[in-house]
């Protein structure tokens, strides 16, 4: 009887371990997880072209509260018309690496801002906590869907 309990009680030691285990590997990706989020707010801006010819530039902010706000600003010397300015919000989210955007068609859309982008995906890019090497990445969001052809592709940095 007394072996029962000692085998019982190793039992016992073994499953609290690994529960401990187990809860302990949930927290570090729970915590890695909303850190990564933390980093992704913020202004992010990129800059093509020169202004004697042609100047695009591109400006996106992404608030704490889960809203964004796009501006693109086209400065073609030759072109009709000359400048131009394209605006678009909406809401975004994290999965993961993958910042996902949307636009409500009621709410965000009006005669100022008129990019809709819904199913529009871009991924998180950042220097890894783990790389300990002196080498330098640009946090960025580089685009991979979108419907709106000319930013799919497009990466855009964030501003320091």
Request: no cysteine; glycine share 4%.
């Amino acid at each position: 009887m007394n072996a029962k309990m000692w085998t019982w009680s190793r039992q016992s030691i073994k499953l609290n371990l690994l529960r401990s285990f187990f809860f302990i590997i949930v927290q570090l990706y729970a915590f890695s997880s909303f850190s990564q989020t933390d980093a992704v707010p913020g202004d992010y801006f990129l800059k093509v072209g020169n202004e004697q010819e042609h100047l695009i530039e591109y400006t996106l902010t992404l608030n704490p509260d889960g809203t964004f706000f796009f501006h693109s600003f086209r400065d073609h010397k030759k072109g009709i018309p000359e400048k131009t300015h394209t605006y678009g919000k909406g809401i975004w989210r994290m999965d993961g690496i993958v910042v996902s955007f949307s636009t409500d068609q009621k709410e965000d859309i009006d005669e100022k801002h008129t990019l809709d982008f819904t199913n529009s995906k871009a991924r998180f890019i950042t220097k890894s906590p783990r790389d300990k090497t002196d080498r330098t990445v640009k946090t960025r969001l580089q685009f991979f869907k979108s419907d709106i052809f000319w930013v799919e592709k497009l990466e855009i940095l964030k501003s320091e």
